[in-house]
């Protein structure tokens, strides 16, 4: 019996060669038991006309089936499933399954679910106004680049960085580029054995707050601040005071005596973009001094600045080994990548690689080579000339269909950044003016996770431009001004 030449067809959003996506085809129809042990396949021409490629690109694909025993050729006869090609594990639903009898709540000694992270919608690429934060924008990513850099990876010469066990190491020639190119961008100096890889700066504050904190200590955070930041203290369980900020970040006297940790953002305070001016870094590196605490530096973002060069990093001005700096490509690159970096005096790194190695070992090799070479080629320094060029008309883009429909913005990135912080009437409840938006494709972020404790502000809201298109964004905001104006 013979396979229908109908069944085959090519997803016009699917990544490959079409080669690649005819072998993938008939590969998945023969795992997923569709096509079966003996059935004949359209010859070569059939298959080709019916998708419209060449006929060569058909066979070529039948060839690697072939050589892979999926297919067997009969002569003259055309190409056949193969006898040795791989069964599909017969299955049958188990019956239904009486309930457990375990008492999960009294079985769970820590819980972890509940915080106030919010999950982003899965489909937000299919909307046409998506003014989601952090996300990457594939008409601005060097595809190219990073495929070859990541085919050079998987080169013989780097063999030892692909396959072997870092295990308390990091790819050397990632950590040099830090060390050489990215930090003194930022004024900081610092040697391999006070650089440590991360999965990302989420996991760098992970490792910070287990390592710097216990049920003894004190960490100030900013309110509003980044909500996943708050969760890991959460967890950790240690005493937790939000400090309000104004127009210039936090305030380093409203930080309370007993504080051990203070986390901030000085470069774009998160969510509000403000920046902290040097003489308030001067002043909060002093009230550390006095309090005998340390600074966790978040440095997100300071690549998108496309107004003017960015302030030196509170790191830089550190003099006594008190500021704990995290970084990350995740953002600039894209989030998925789940690269990012520490920085501190070497007892600190030591204890986080320790911790690190015994909870994921370390990042992958791979990834981490790939992205050296990515940096160190050049192709970053590209895609960051790029991203500040796009930023920079979306930006203004924004900011003139705001003005237009007498949107309110609550705070600004002075250097740039890719999000505008936004406050509604305080009638308002953006969480529900977000459902209301989703319906018509839109998308903003509502700004009552930001906050800490029971009585937060429901007016706040925040519109991210890295991945909408600029034409996009003055019909997207015309939207959200309709929707004000309904809810008001």
Known sequence: MGISVETFFLNPDAQGTLQAQIQQMIAQGILSGRFHIGEKLPSSRRLAAHLGVSRITVTLAYTELLANDYLTSRGRSGYYVSDNAPVPPAYA?????????VDWPRAIARSFTGGDTPTKPGNWRTMRFPFIYGQADPDLFDHANWRLCALRALGQKDFASLTADYFDRDDPLLVEFIARHTLPRRGITARPDEILITLGAQNALWLTAQILLNRRRRAAIEDPCYYSLRDVLAQRRCHLTPVPVDADGLPPQAIPAETDVIFTTPSHQSPTTATMPLARRRALLARARELNALIVEDDYEFEMAFLRAPSPALKSLDREGR???????????????????????????????????????????????????????????????????????????????????????????????????????EAIDTARLALALHAEGVMIEPGAPFFAGPDRPTHFYRLGYSSIPAARITPGVERIARALANSA
């Open 323 to 425: 500021v704990i700096y995290a970084g990350s490509f995740s953002k600039s690159l894209f989030p998925g990548l789940r690269l990012g970096y520490l920085v501190g005096s070497e007892p600190f790194i030591r204890e986080a690689r320790a911790l690190r190695a015994s909870v994921l070992r370390h990042p992958p090799g791979h990834i981490q080579r790939t992205a050296a070479y990515f940096l160190s080629l050049g192709h970053y320094d590209a895609q960051i000339r790029r991203m500040r060029s796009a930023l920079h008309d979306r930006r203004q883009t924004l900011e003139s269909a705001v003005a237009r429909h007498g949107l309110t913005i609550a705070g600004r990135g002075v250097y740039g950044g890719s999000s505008l912080w936004m406050r509604a009437p």
């Open 93 to 101: 639903p188990p019956p239904a399954r009486l309930p457990d009898t």
